[in-house]
Every structure is written in C-alpha cells, then in structure tokens.
C-alpha cells in the first residue's frame, strides 16, 4: 500500500534556529514528490516538485531535496511568517498521496 | 497563473439539507479536478476525482449518492453534499489540475469551505 509518512508531527524554532522536515514514502512508480504549505483554514499552496533522487530545489528560506525513500525540506534561518503546516505527497499517476504533514511554529 | 476558486469559503447548514460548493479554475483549464476533506489536525483525504464530462471516480469508503461530484464544464466542477449531517462537518478542499500543460500529478489547490452542519 502506498503510504507517505512525515515527521516530526510538530517542531518549534526560534527564530534563525535552522532546521529539516522528513517525508518518508513507500510509493509505487513514484513519478513525483510535492511539497505544500498549508496555512490555518486555507488551502495548500504548492512550494516544490522534485521527480528524481538527487534532485534539489530552493526558494527563499527553503530547500527540499530527495532520496530514493525519503525527502527532506529544509528551512534555513525560518522567520515568524515561515510558520504552517507543511505537507508532502507522493505521485503514483493515479493520485497524490497525502503525508499528515509538520506543524511548524517559529517564534520571534 | 494557476489560480483556483472556491465558493462558498464558509457554509453552515441545519442537518437534513443539501450543500453545493463549487471550484473554478480561473485561468486554466482543468481537465480533472480532485475533491479532498480535511479533519482538524489531520492531513488531506481524497473523496474523489472527477475529469471533464464524465462520472466521478471515487475514493473507497466515499459514499456517491451522499457526495455529488459534477465536472461539466473545463473550468467548473460542484461537489453538493446531500442530506448533510453533523459528522459532515469539516473542510473541503478542491484542487485542479490541468494535462495537457503536464504529464505529472501537479496540482493547485482552491481556498477550501468551512462546512458546518447543526
């Protein structure tokens, strides 16, 4: 069965305190791996797409590479405003396959 | 670009009646359109895929009579919840994606609905 797993469930910074995210995934024909940041009540909004291991992408304070089992966003000397939920998922062609995400909370 | 909408963004019902919320993709067209729900704290939970002009394909578990998926048109698809009931209740986000720009599952998501049944 296809399943995406994300940890921690939940991880506090301070501000400037760097740090990784984890999404682990047993996906079959795996042809994407989607990072989303999700703030409360709204919709999620996507940040990368990584298709290959060893493939690595950056936008701002984030950059989210990807294994043969696992990727990882990491997040550079976060800001208050960096502080969501985010959430990976796993293509298998058909549909995306949800991890529940790393609620992330930077204080000043 | 890639802009997706959702209305209502907030909805309460009293148990018994029927909710319809639509998604729209602005400025693309969609030719399948995802329908998801989301429980406090938890993660996204497909329902159901729907491609233009056909029938919905949906998730095991979800219920077809109870969740109408409609995708008529490449810029509209309305999921109603009929006879909606208390546990009902919850966050229901759409999303959209367009093939013909990309072989790949990339999609975009809409604002989402706040359903609250009483």
């Known amino acids: 069965e296809d399943q995406v797993t994300q940890s921690p469930e939940a991880l506090r910074l301070q501000e400037g305190e760097s740090s990784s995210l984890n999404c682990s995934y047993t996906v079959s024909g795996l042809r994407g791996l989607f990072w989303y940041r999700q703030d409360p009540g709204k919709g999620p909004e996507f940040l990368f797409t990584l298709y290959s291991a060893g493939e690595e992408k950056e936008k701002e304070r984030l950059k989210a590479t990807l294994t043969k089992k696992e990727s990882f966003l990491h997040i550079t000397a976060p800001k208050p405003e960096d502080s969501a939920t985010y959430l990976c998922a796993g293509d298998n062609t058909d549909k995306l396959i949800f991890g529940t995400g790393t609620r992330l909370q930077v204080f000043p | 670009g890639a802009v997706v909408s959702q209305h209502p963004s907030r909805v309460i019902c009293k148990s018994g009646t029927s909710v319809k919320i639509e998604c729209r993709s602005l400025?693309?067209?969609?030719?399948?359109m995802f329908w998801y729900r989301q429980f406090p704290k938890q993660s996204l939970m497909l329902m159901a895929t729907s491609n233009e002009g056909s029938k919905a394909t949906y998730e095991q578990g979800v219920e077809k009579d109870k969740f109408l998926i409609n995708h008529a048109s490449l810029t509209l698809s309305t999921l109603t919840v009929t006879s909606a009931h208390p546990e009902d209740s919850s966050f229901y986000i759409c999303?959209?994606?367009?093939?013909?720009?990309?072989?790949?599952?990339?999609?975009?998501f809409g604002p989402g609905t706040r359903l609250t049944v009483l």
């Open positions: 400025d693309f067209q969609a030719t399948t």
């Open positions: 999303s959209a994606r367009d093939v013909l720009q990309s072989s790949y599952n990339e999609q975009f």
